[in-house]
């Protein structure tokens, strides 16, 4: 169980809940597939999907989440298309206008009229929680569908003390520094794709792939004023990823010799073969994080 994406979150307060407390409170609000007439549920899945029925799964302190959510599909296109026809109807049966207030009446009723035939689409957003180091670590690319996993999260045990990775200094401008000087923290390298932007609403914007970064072209964009927003790296040749400003990880792949390690560690088993990738790339992480926030000065006092 690799992760793609990652988002950092940092608890404000130790997370108190042993991994025997946490499976009892998320099987209080276990995921059940929608019904004829709901249009979107959600709740708790096995990380291990059908290998486990365990809500949580362990390895090196870490506790594994998983949140399924499920909604019907009704496209915008079908509602409008089934209301104007029904505005039609009766405007020319009963020789009157409909108006706005009676338009969303009949809208809500031809939702619910649709509801039962609808197909479903599924998503599953993973991630875990590093009870000694303090991090709630998401498995996704969207801050939104973060969101929808913290809020589900904290509805589940009633509170839930976490504020998005913060640094003492800027992100963009030191990744600016090390494309101005090629002088990067020990252990990371440079990749071949970056995204600028110069400041401002109405700022330009240059992406590049496959280009070498260490360039005067890309120093033209530097001293024109355009900061680093995404750019990609590698670290101890164990990640390759794209570091955002806002300090969000994505497109993760991690070293064919891990993948290997932890291939050759489960002889076959695919629970075990789970359970070894998932305590592989804590452990990665474990010694990455840390490192990634000392890049930027270490973590803000109020984030501590």
């Known amino acids: 169980m690799w992760f793609k994406n990652l988002l950092l979150y940092r608890f404000t307060t130790p997370f108190e809940h042993d991994q025997e407390a946490l499976e009892g409170l998320l099987s209080n609000d276990a995921f059940i597939p929608c019904g004829r007439n709901d249009q979107t549920r ?11 029925e365990m809500l949580t799964h362990s390895a090196n ?9 499920e909604d019907k599909i009704l496209p915008a296109s079908v509602i409008k298309e089934k209301l104007d026809d029904k505005v039609k109807e009766i405007e020319a049966k009963e020789d009157r206008q409909v108006y706005r207030k009676e338009k969303e009446s009949m809208k809500d009723d031809i939702v619910h009229d649709c509801l039962p035939l609808a197909f479903t689409k599924s998503q599953r957003t993973f991630a875990y929680i590093d009870v000694q180091n303090g991090w709630l670590l998401v498995d996704s690319s969207s801050t939104n569908r973060a969101e929808v996993f913290l809020k589900k999260l904290r509805d589940v045990l009633g509170s839930l003390p976490v504020v998005p990775a913060q640094v ?4 963009e401008l030191i990744m600016c520094q090390w494309l101005k000087t090629g002088r990067l ?5 440079l990749g071949q794709e970056c995204e600028l932007k110069e400041l401002g609403e109405d700022g330009s914007i240059l992406r590049c792939k496959n280009q070498e970064l260490l360039s005067e072209e890309i120093d033209r964009h530097l001293d024109s004023g ?9 670290w101890q040749d164990s990640l390759q990823l794209v570091l955002q400003h806002d300090l969000a990880i994505k497109r993760i792949k991690f070293s064919e010799q891990l993948i290997t390690e932890a291939t050759d560690s489960s002889d076959g088993d695919k629970a075990a073969q789970f359970d070894a990738d998932f305590a592989l790339m804590t452990l990665t992480f474990k010694r990455f994080i840390p490192e990634l926030i000392s890049y930027f000065g270490g973590q803000k006092a109020e984030a501590q």
């Open 168 to 171: 003492i200094e800027s992100p």
């Open 185 to 189: 923290p020990e252990g990371v390298s």
């Open 226 to 234: 355009k900061k680093v927003f995404k750019l990609a790296i590698g």
């Open 42 to 52: 959600s709740g708790w899945v096995p990380p291990m999907g059908d290998l486990s």
């Open 61 to 69: 302190g870490c506790l594994m989440l998983c949140l399924r959510k």
